[in-house]
């Protein structure tokens, strides 16, 4: 089973007590066993359905989300890693509504079909543009390259990377 | 004749019922040919387009949406697109093989034509006028000549018009689309860029577990036995076997992924070999040793022109073998 091996890589046995983790922006105490995946629980029990259940081994980058800025798959990262650290979803980067502007980007560029990979696309995108401003288009493809899109709507993809980096680095 | 079926309009569109005639639910049957299977006329002078088809990346909610508004000379943003929920879309044979555009095109576009023909017919006897002096424009019929008007909404405050078409009914001609073939937003870009947009698995209901399957280790491995008692004894855990199916679920996905982990499966060991490795030889080698076999390669085999004949004046030769086993 593959996402029971996963789960050991990142299973903390010496994790006891309630998990404390930070999600766009909000405490949570959670009482689950230490190896669920956290994409469970952002899913099922905080309602944040944003991020996508795909493969289930980190092979499609459906499940994005951000662990203190970094992207991570959420089906294989356990809550007992992202205990003490801060999560970001997809909702996170829109708190009051305002579109960030890698999602604005995405609309503007057409840089998505059926929109299931959208969320983690968009997820890893702001976080390429953090780190990089202004990423060339190797840069964006080796950031993105974890991220399946069954639609085949990659090059609208680096497109809206592209136009969401000149409006934000100036 | 099926008597005639009730049907809830759209809730968040003015709720309301109304009866519309029974579509048909059979694949031998023709496609349902009522205007009242696939469009409603909403409270607030919007038009509801019902269609058995499901958006899958294709962006049928813009092609479907363009046709409609098209024929009935309805602005575009007008126009909605319920699909899918078989609880309100007229029977349908499912969203596969790039059918979505050529059928179900052509049909919405008589039925909005149709539509169209009627919401005048029915302004034509309120004011007593000829139809040739009447048109449709923005959501309402108007008199060429008097300037009067009547808004979808006064000519069917019913929300259904029962009228039959069939596949004479005039459609207007590609040269003079307006809708159709121009570049439109994608209706449910914003949520999808979101995360607020809601797919088929996010949807969760009270009570739903989630449920895995035992896969067979190998090809044509059959069950010789399996032991549920580890993750029955799991709380909240269902398992079944049947035959050579193995089920569990469980409250969460994680836990069902458990309880799978936790069965004892024995498993024959097949004399075939199959696996990813060599399987398109296995399966070329046994093409011609079954009848079915045999069928399927003749069916599937397509030649036109000379490979052979056309290779020595080719400009650029590029030679590789594809398989797609």
Redesign the interface.
């Known amino acids: ?1 593959s ?2 091996r996963a789960s050991l890589r990142f299973y903390n046995p010496r994790v006891t007590g309630p998990l404390r983790l930070t999600v766009n922006g909000a405490p949570h105490e959670l009482r689950d ?1 230490p190896d ?2 956290l994409l ?1 629980v952002l ?2 029990r905080l309602g ?6 795909g493969c289930g081994e980190a092979q499609c980058g459906a499940c994005v989300v951000l662990l203190d800025g970094q992207p991570v798959p959420a089906c294989i990262t356990t809550i007992a890693s992202a205990a003490g650290r801060a999560v970001t ?3 996170g ?2 708190p009051d509504g305002e ?1 960030h502007p890698v ?2 980007a ?2 503007e560029a ?1 840089a ?5 990979c ?2 983690g696309m ?1 997820v890893a995108a702001a976080a390429l543009l953090r780190a990089t401003p202004r990423p060339n288009d190797a840069q964006i493809m080796s950031a993105m390259q974890s991220h399946l899109c ?2 085949g709507a990659y090059a609208r993809i680096v497109k809206a990377v592209h136009l969401a980096a000149q409006r934000t680095a100036s | 004749m099926t008597p005639p079926r009730q049907i809830a309009t759209t809730p968040e569109f003015g709720g309301g019922r109304a009866t519309i005639p029974p579509a048909a639910p059979s694949t031998t049957e023709p496609a349902p040919n009522n205007v009242a299977h696939y469009l409603s006329f909403d409270p607030d002078g919007g038009v509801s387009v019902h269609a058995g088809k499901a958006e899958v990346g294709q962006n049928v909610r813009t092609s479907l949406a363009q046709a409609v508004a098209d024929e009935l000379r309805l602005p575009f943003e007008r126009v909605r697109v319920v699909l899918a929920d078989t609880s309100r879309v007229p029977f349908d044979r499912g969203t596969f093989g790039s059918r979505s555009t050529p059928d179900m095109v052509p049909r919405l576009r008589r039925a909005a034509a149709a539509a169209r023909e009627a919401l005048i017919d029915r302004a034509a006897e309120r004011w007593e006028a000829d139809t040739s002096a009447l048109l449709s424009r923005d959501g309402s019929v108007v008199h060429a000549e008097t300037g009067q008007a009547l808004s979808f909404v006064e000519l069917v405050p019913e929300q259904w018009l029962d009228v039959p078409f069939d596949d004479d009914t005039p459609l207007t001609p590609a040269t003079e689309w307006t809708v159709a073939g121009t570049s439109a937003p994608k209706p449910s870009a914003r949520d999808m860029v979101a995360g607020t947009h809601r797919f088929a698995s996010d949807v969760t209901l009270p009570g739903m577990l989630f449920g895995r399957t035992l896969r067979a280790p190998a090809f044509g491995a059959r069950l010789e036995s399996v032991d549920l008692s580890a993750a029955r004894a799991m709380l909240g855990v269902v398992a079944l076997h049947d035959g050579d199916f193995v089920g569990v679920a469980a409250p969460t996905a994680h836990l069902a992924g458990r309880a799978l982990a936790a069965l004892r499966a024995r498993w024959t060991s097949p004399e075939r070999r199959v696996s990813d490795w060599g399987l398109y030889d296995s399966l070329k080698k046994e093409e011609g040793q079954t009848e079915g076999g045999r069928q399927l390669a003749e069916r599937s085999r397509q030649e036109a022109g000379s490979v052979a004949d056309a290779l020595p004046s080719a400009k650029r030769v590029l030679r590789a073998t594809y398989t797609n086993a």
């Open positions: 089973m996402t029971r066993a669920t995946p469970e899913r099922d944040l359905t944003g991020a996508k259940y979803t997809v909702e980067l829109a579109l999602q604005q995405f609309i057409d998505l079909q059926c929109g299931y959208t969320p968009v069954r639609c």
